[in-house]
């Protein structure tokens, strides 16, 4: 029951997160420019240091290449995989998060109480 409503709160956090985004892509286009706020644009605005310690992070202790000396290969989980999703438009995938999260926290939480009431 508790994980149900958790995953419906991200749900509601990442649907309001989907409004500030389009409210950055109506005020963009208000200004003349015709461009979409992207994933990686979006969490430079709010928290800019924490996307540079999430990529140092990835980039050196989860990336396999970088962690083990013996694989000699460069780093492949931030460039490309990563920093490609980072530049996907922020709206879709954000509404997309938003649906996911409400629909298992729902799923979850009829489960749990059709649990209860046997």
């Known amino acids: 029951m508790i994980i149900g409503r958790v995953l419906i709160l991200f749900g509601i956090c990442s649907f309001i997160l989907t409004l500030i985004s389009n409210y950055f892509d109506v005020v963009s286009l208000i200004d003349g420019k015709n461009e ?3 994933l990686g644009q979006f969490w430079f605005h709010f928290a800019p240091n924490s996307l540079q310690i999430a990529e140092t992070i990835v980039s050196r202790y989860v990336d396999p ?4 000396d013996i694989l000699d290969c460069s780093g492949f ?3 490309p995989f990563i920093s490609s999703i980072l530049l ?3 709206a879709p995938i954000l509404a997309l998060l938003s649906f996911i999260f409400i629909a298992f926290g729902l799923k979850r939480s009829v489960r749990k109480k059709e ?3 046997i």
């Open 36 to 38: 979409i706020t992207q």
């Open 65 to 68: 290449c970088s962690a083990l």
């Open 77 to 79: 989980i931030w460039h």
């Open 88 to 90: 996907m438009p922020a």
């Open 115 to 117: 649990k209860h009431k």
